[in-house]
């Protein structure tokens, strides 16, 4: 497909290699009682809230945190993980995400996802590993890949810095604050950031939920004025679409500026005092 890196494995390769020594499959779904349904055969959980947010102040994991967060679950610094989930993956990308935060170094993703396996007819469990706890050292947290509130301020103030919304076109355009069956964790305002394109997240994915050619990507991003030349930084609504987008122009198309901001359309459109726009804008 010509990505930038290998950090695609198929359904095939997981169900080959996912019981491998040194190999780590874990399920992050935004829905999470569909873990306990049925799920790849010796995969984890990982919690997208009760195990990648702080409880109290809305921020990811502090580094001893994480590293306990690993280790029990048995992944050590040289573990190839594996992450897969609902939705097109919209959270294994922003666990992925997560783990390069912290500087794990091999992470991959099963394209296609939950769903895709599940269409192929594979094998699905309902058993709940155990592994054995390990030790885990992590790296200091990279903010190389992420975007602060305050970053976005200086990036809508002097420009030079491309910014991507991630949503559907209602809510970039301001038709909707969050979308149907989400509004109780919507911001106060609706629009989008200034001088934002948008870009939906699902214009990236195939109608199997696998990830578009690279060809295909570059095109799309470029047609948008998205290039590599400039820095890039995703938003969508809490984080994780925009993670799947951070995803698709770091990993896979290898653009070398890349951030996800996390805090996203609910932190800026409740923020007093910063700009927002409505309609379609910037296409």
């Not at 290039?227 to 969508?236: G, L, R």
Request: aromatic share 10%.
């Amino acid at each position: 497909m010509g990505y930038a890196r290998e950090v695609l494995v198929s359904t095939d390769w997981v169900e080959r290699h996912g019981g491998d020594a040194g190999v780590v499959v874990a399920e992050v779904d935004e829905n999470t009682d569909l873990y306990g349904e049925g799920h790849v055969p010796g995969a984890l959980a990982l919690h997208w809230r009760a195990d990648l947010q702080q409880q109290v102040v809305r921020d990811v994991v502090e580094q001893p945190e994480f590293e306990a967060l690993l280790g029990g679950k048995g992944i050590a610094a040289d573990t190839t993980v594996v992450l897969y989930g609902d939705k097109n993956n919209w959270f294994a990308a922003y666990a992925y995400w997560y783990l390069k935060l912290y500087g794990h170094a091999d992470v991959r993703i099963m394209d296609g996802g939950r769903q895709k396996w599940i269409d192929e007819g594979r094998e699905l469990s309902t058993a709940t590993p155990s592994p054995p706890r390990c030790a885990y050292t992590a790296r200091s947290r990279d903010d190389s890949i992420r975007m602060r509130r305050d970053q976005v301020r200086e990036v809508v103030a002097g420009g030079g810095h491309r910014l991507v919304d991630v949503r559907s076109p209602a809510e970039y355009a301001g038709e909707l604050i969050a979308p149907p069956g989400y509004e109780q964790e919507g911001a106060q305002r609706a629009g989008h950031i200034p001088g934002a394109a948008s870009i939906p997240w699902a214009e990236a994915v195939q109608d199997d939920g696998t990830f578009k050619p690279a060809d295909d990507l570059r095109a799309l991003y470029a047609g948008r004025g998205i290039t590599p030349d400039a820095p890039v930084t995703a938003y969508c609504r809490i984080g994780e679409r925009s993670a799947h987008t951070w995803f698709v122009l770091h990993e896979l198309l290898g653009y070398p500026d890349v951030r996800n901001y996390d805090g996203s359309w609910t932190e800026w459109g409740s923020l007093v005092d910063v700009p927002i726009e409505i309609g379609l804008g910037r296409r």
